[in-house]
């Protein structure tokens, strides 16, 4: 069984369900996005993703009216296998239809990138055996829509689990993988700061981003992984 936490930005609340891995994703349409689909690759059994990014996906494989496989969706970052701010580790992004023509992948990417749905569809030229579509949505902390953005004290959703997971794979407890910024993580966070002579302020900013993903991306699995 996976543990899928959903975060909701219109109430901003995080909402847990258990699902089988042949059980559909929550807020997912009919049966067209599996729990062991949106796994991939990852070894998790916990996942994370939005209602948007559910929505984008059910408006997407409506509009497409057939089966549109998943090859790569969501890692946790620690997993690594994607860039350093990457959405998949987010929950939040897809990449599809490695195993279709080339017709097909560009009907999809058409499909997505006409329905505005995403908040960003991958120019087709750079990806040529798949189509890349996330539905990021808050605004990078180094600028522009691309990476992570700030968080703080008060913040909640899967940005804010990223935070998490990555501090405690580096041995700052957060105490809990609950995608809420509280007091612990703020704690955590701040020690972060110092042991890497960065400005101890509790708040996740560009350059805190940047050191913490250059570190976790893809280390594996550590002792102090938090699985709630």
């Not at 939005?50 to 984008?56: D, F, H, I, N």
């Not at 749905?117 to 990078?140: I, Q």
């Not at 972060?192 to 280390?219: F, H, K, M, P, S």
Request: charged share 20%; aromatic share 12%; with cysteine.
């Amino acid at each position: 069984m996976a543990k899928i936490m959903v975060y909701d930005p219109d109430t901003n609340q995080i909402y847990t369900e258990w699902r089988a891995e042949n059980d559909p994703m929550p807020y997912s349409y009919g049966r067209t996005l599996l729990v062991r689909e949106f796994r991939g690759s990852s070894r998790s059994t916990v996942f994370w993703t939005t209602t948007t990014a559910m929505e984008a996906w059910n408006a997407t494989r409506r509009t497409y009216g057939a089966a549109i496989p998943v090859g790569y969706a969501f890692k946790r970052i620690w997993e690594g296998g994607h860039g350093l701010q990457s959405q998949h580790y987010v929950g939040v992004s897809f990449d599809v239809g490695q195993r279709l023509s080339q017709s097909q992948r560009n009907q999809i990417w058409r499909t997505a990138n006409n329905l505005g749905v995403w908040g960003y569809v991958e120019p087709l030229s750079m990806t040529p055996t798949w189509v890349h579509f996330d539905r990021r949505y808050a605004r990078g902390a180094c600028g522009g829509t691309s990476g992570f953005p700030t968080l703080r004290e008060g913040s909640v959703g899967c940005y804010t689990l990223v935070l998490q997971d990555a501090l405690n794979a580096l041995g700052y407890s957060t105490r809990w993988l609950d995608g809420k910024f509280g007091n612990a993580t703020r704690t955590a966070l701040i020690q972060y700061q110092r042991d890497n002579g960065l400005g101890a302020d509790g708040i996740a900013g560009c350059q805190t981003w940047r050191r913490i993903a250059a570190e976790v991306v893809g280390i594996g699995r550590t002792p102090t992984v938090i699985d709630p």
